[in-house]
């Protein structure tokens, strides 16, 4: 599913907010223990939460494991001149969480840069509350930013704050229905928990700079501006993903947020830390997801698979002879490029969507070589290609 009409970023303003007191309702929230807690929410709907005898955390218990290791992140930007008047400016408010003892913290990348102006903050505080419930303020230095995956990190010094870092799961292996939390800073409400499900798992994300976000987490946990950047815990008290945006039509909380899963953000987090940016391989094509409706109206041979639309001249898919389509056809209202090579797999991975394709490569580093299978003329082929890093601004 693509994110674009509907999509809210959740960085909250900070100067000029009006909170608005209709915002403030009664949820008529009831837990009862049991073997498992119980939340009960005002549309009638409950989630289950296991008790910590049978393995899993309540919401209580992960709110008090983990809060001490959520951060308010607050960003001051400088505003720009344009030919229309200023543009940008102001404070921003957002989240994120703990991730080393030695004081990395990870967030959004939308977070500390200007979404207007694509400025970087001018400068990063970073508030941490201990169990007492004291805030303890800290700048922080932008370590770096990733737009691709909308992840960036931050650097404080920890002497004397015995900083514990959240435990990071595993987002491959999340599961559709299973309990979750969101903890963060939703409309200035400091460390707030909202609870609530995973929604669905495998959502593609529009990143800042429009590149799709693969295996994006849906959630009903409710989520709103100033949340961006904070965790989404599952009921082990482990981190499956940062809470980036919502699809929403007023604006608010409808109970579609999604999250960019942890392990993606993992991978921009360890080439941050090393090298203060993210380099990506990249094959060089653009392409095209095919359907079984779209195959049998079309004739084609297979019934899922990629469909390479065009390739970038003396990028690596060009290099290996792959080929682009050479007519456009309409199918539900939108084109489609036939004609060219369609890709099934990669080093034998079999390929449903292009978002398949794109999380695959992301995850290998330039210059390594991987074996396309590809039908083409009815004939199915084994192709070597030696992945680039991406150039700039594609």
């Avoid at 404070?91 to 102006?117: A, M």
């Avoid at 904070?230 to 993903?241: E, F, K, M």
């Avoid at 290998?364 to 004939?379: C, E, F, N, S, Y």
Wanted: aromatic fraction near 4%.
């Amino acid at each position: 599913m693509k994110l674009r009409s509907l999509v809210v970023g959740l960085v909250g303003g900070i100067v000029g907010t009006v909170l608005v007191l209709a915002l403030v309702l009664a949820l008529d929230i009831n837990v009862f223990t049991q073997k498992e807690t119980v939340v009960q929410m005002a549309n009638g709907t409950s989630v289950s939460y296991p008790s910590a005898s049978t393995g899993g955390l309540t919401p209580e218990q992960i709110y008090a494991k983990t809060v001490p290791s959520v951060a308010e992140v607050i960003s001051t930007f400088k505003g720009v001149s344009t030919p229309f008047g200023p543009s940008g400016g102001g404070q921003g408010l957002g989240t994120g969480f703990v991730v080393s003892k030695d004081g990395y913290i990870l967030t959004n990348q939308h977070v500390v840069v200007d979404q207007q102006t694509q400025q970087p903050a001018t400068s990063v505080t970073v508030g941490l509350r201990s169990p007492d419930g004291q805030v303890h303020r800290a700048k922080a230095t932008v370590v770096g930013a990733d737009a691709t995956t909308d992840v960036a990190l931050l650097k404080i010094d920890p002497t004397g704050l015995n900083l514990q870092p959240l435990p990071l799961g595993n987002s491959d292996k999340v599961q559709v229905g299973e309990p979750v939390v969101a903890i963060g800073n939703p409309l200035n409400f400091d460390f707030t928990i909202t609870s609530g499900i995973v929604s669905a798992v495998h959502r593609t994300l529009d990143s800042p700079n429009g590149r799709p976000i693969p295996n994006g987490i849906q959630t009903d946990a409710a989520i709103n501006p100033g949340n961006s950047g904070g965790p989404l815990i599952d009921a082990t008290g482990a981190v499956i993903g940062i809470n980036e945006q919502i699809a929403s039509q007023s604006g608010g909380n409808v109970g579609l947020g999604f999250a960019v899963p942890i392990n993606a953000a993992v991978q921009s987090m360890s080439q941050l830390k090393q090298f203060g940016k993210v380099t990506y391989s990249w094959l060089g094509i653009s392409g095209q997801t095919i359907t079984a409706d779209f195959a049998k109206a079309n004739n084609l041979p297979v019934n899922q698979g990629v469909l390479v639309a065009k390739t970038v001249a003396g990028q690596p898919a060009a290099k290996a002879g792959i080929k682009g389509g050479d007519h456009t056809v309409t199918f539900a209202g939108q084109p489609y490029v036939l004609g060219g090579d369609i890709l099934t797999a990669i080093d034998g991975k079999r390929l449903a969507t292009i978002d398949d394709l794109i999380a695959t490569v992301s995850t290998m580093k330039p210059d390594t070589q991987v074996t396309l299978t590809v039908i083409r003329g009815g004939k199915t082929l084994q192709v070597p290609v030696t992945l680039a890093a991406r150039p700039a601004g594609q």
